[in-house]
Every structure is written in C-alpha cells, then in structure tokens.
C-alpha cells in the first residue's frame, strides 16, 4: 500500500468511524462488541482496501463487511448458551427529561427484536437506506425486507404499548413509524 492510499484509508476511517460504530452499536446492543466488529471491519477493509475504494460506494462495503460481522457474531452466540431474564433493568433517571427517557424505551425494545429484524428496522430507520439498498446490504430479496420490518414493526408497536408508548401507523395503517418517538439514535 502506498503512503497515499495509507492516507486515504485513515481518512475514511476517520470520517466514517462514528456513523459505523452507530450502526454496529445498534446491531448488537452492546458497546464493546460494536466496538470490536467496527474494528474488524476496518481491518478487513485495510487489507482489501483497492477493492473497497473501488466500489461505488466504499461506504456501502463497509456497511455490508460490518453486518457480516455482526451477522457471524450472532452465528457464534447462537452456539453458547445464554441467561436471558424476564425483563431489563431499569437504569437510574438521574434527571433526563422524557424525550430521553422515551428513546431509552425505544432502544430497549429495539435490542428485545430477533437479530434479523433489528438489522432490517436499524438499516432502514437508522441508516435510511432504502427497502432496496436494505436487501442488497443483508443478501435477502426486498419482500423479506418488507416482510422483515413489518413483523418488526408490529413486535415495536407491542412492546411499546406495554410499556404505555406508542407508534403511531397513521391514516394509512401501514408500517412507517410515525410519531414523537426518535428512531434515528441510540442513547450512546
């Protein structure tokens, strides 16, 4: 690698280093392993770098390397056994104000969705990509992401009307979140 590309490489990475731990983060619902996909992503993407700046869009390969990696990390969690428990422990208010406390909810409920369709909901409402680019990032056809986010979106709805919080489906019934509650951030 030349020192141009060396320089190209950690000026991506520095640019797009935030939005991707986001997208990580929201994928797996824990910092420290967002932290390590990210990283291996990145790291991937050095060694393949030619390739990846010769994409179309370098940051849709990274995006699809990382939910790979998060993709192979539910593969190996599967094999382990687990603890769940029967509900998450609240976390101290310490004066936040209800926007923030709303989002927390939203976030919670989020990370209670199967692995596939948190990606599906997390792609298409925190990345903003499109049913289509939805597909092409997680190699699935488009009506499994219609499908997808539409099973996510009603487990949402349930959960949050449980929990006296709602979306909003609006005069058409369909599956767009439409309400006060932020999809687009974590609490991170």
Not at 75 to 85: A, L, M, N, P, Q
Not at 137 to 151: C, F, Q
């Amino acid at each position: 690698m030349t020192p141009q590309e060396r320089d190209a490489f950690e000026a991506f990475v520095t640019a797009r280093w935030t939005p991707m731990f986001r997208l990580a983060h929201a994928l797996t619902g824990n910092r420290d392993d967002a932290e390590d996909v990210v990283q291996s992503a990145f790291a991937k993407a050095f060694t393949a770098w030619q390739r990846v700046r010769a994409a179309d869009s370098p940051d849709a390969y990274v995006r699809r390397m990382i939910v790979n990696e998060v993709r192979d990390g539910w593969r190996r969690r599967w094999r382990h056994v687990e603890r769940s428990v029967p509900d998450v422990p609240e976390r101290a208010s310490g004066g936040h104000d209800d926007a923030v406390a709303t989002s927390d909810i939203v976030w919670r409920c989020l990370q209670r969705l199967p692995a596939k369709q948190r990606a599906v909901v997390v792609l298409r409402y925190f990345e903003d990509l499109s049913e289509r680019e939805v597909a092409a990032v997680l190699n699935i056809p488009p009506g499994t992401v219609k499908s997808r986010t539409s099973a996510a979106m009603r487990m949402l709805r349930t959960e949050l009307a449980a929990r006296g919080h709602g979306l909003d489906p609006g005069p058409d019934q369909g599956d767009t979140p439409r309400s006060t509650i932020d999809l687009g951030r974590s609490p991170a």
